[in-house]
């Protein structure tokens, strides 16, 4: 089956510290990855997508397809950076495809 | 604001009643998509259009839901006869296909919340 698994629910980090936020997925073919994000009242948005290879707001996303990995990482977090966090995959070549999210995460970061 | 809008932001309904939801894609996206999330879960995918062609339904997507984009813009989600398992929130979004393949960016809407006592 078709699944992004995101380990913790919740994740609390200290400001100026590193963030890792977690995430596998579970699909045979060559996936697209992404990570989405929703601040506190906002609405559902797009932080950055493995084929990019984009640094959005400090944080960075690395595909390892042997692990089947896409974990989120920041090296010094922000309090700006507290919020939402849900992986998410398409099928790829396919073309527009719907997306598979993971549960989410939501990151505090403690001043 | 030209994003992706949708209407209600929040409705409350009896079980039994029928729901209808708005979407309204930014303008010149040909690709729609609902998905509905409930509490603690991520977003779960439920039907998508290009232009007024519904091209994939889910399995969630119950007899008693039906889904339209007759214009191919905006796009309205009805909900036959609503059980309170319906409760949740509906996303809309939208994406400019390409016709190289890949996937483009989904744009998305505040969502419209149900709650079915």
């Known amino acids: 089956a078709q699944r992004v698994t995101q380990p913790e629910k919740l994740l609390s980090v200290f400001k100026g510290a590193p963030v890792e936020l977690k995430c596998n997925y579970s699909?045979?073919?060559?996936?697209?990855l992404f990570w989405y994000v929703q601040y506190s009242r906002q609405r559902l948005q797009l932080l950055l997508r493995?084929?990019s290879r984009e640094s959005i707001k400090g944080f960075t996303a690395d595909l390892n397809k042997g692990e089947t990995s896409f974990h989120l990482k920041k090296p010094f977090a922000q309090e700006e950076d507290s919020a939402m966090y849900y992986c998410a995959f398409t099928r790829g070549w396919f073309g527009n495809e719907k997306l598979t999210f993971g549960t989410g995460t939501r990151l505090t970061i403690i001043p | 604001d030209t994003g992706v809008s949708q209407d209600p932001r929040h409705k409350i309904t009896k079980r039994g009643q029928n729901v209808t939801f708005r979407c309204d894609p930014i303008s010149e996206h040909n690709r729609l998509y609902w998905y509905r999330q409930t509490l603690g879960q991520g977003p779960e995918f439920l039907t998508y259009?290009?232009?007024?062609?519904?091209?994939?339904k889910s399995r969630l997507l119950s007899d008693r839901f039906s889904a339209e984009r007759p214009k191919g813009s905006f796009s309205t989600l009805e909900i036959q006869r609503t059980e309170q398992g319906d409760s949740a929130m509906y996303l809309c979004a939208s994406s400019l296909s390409r016709s190289m393949g890949g996937t483009d960016t989904q744009y998305f809407g505040p969502g419209t919340r149900l709650t079915v006592l």
């Open positions: 699909y045979s073919g060559s996936p697209e």
């Open positions: 493995h084929i």
């Open positions: 259009f290009q232009n007024e062609a519904q091209l994939e």
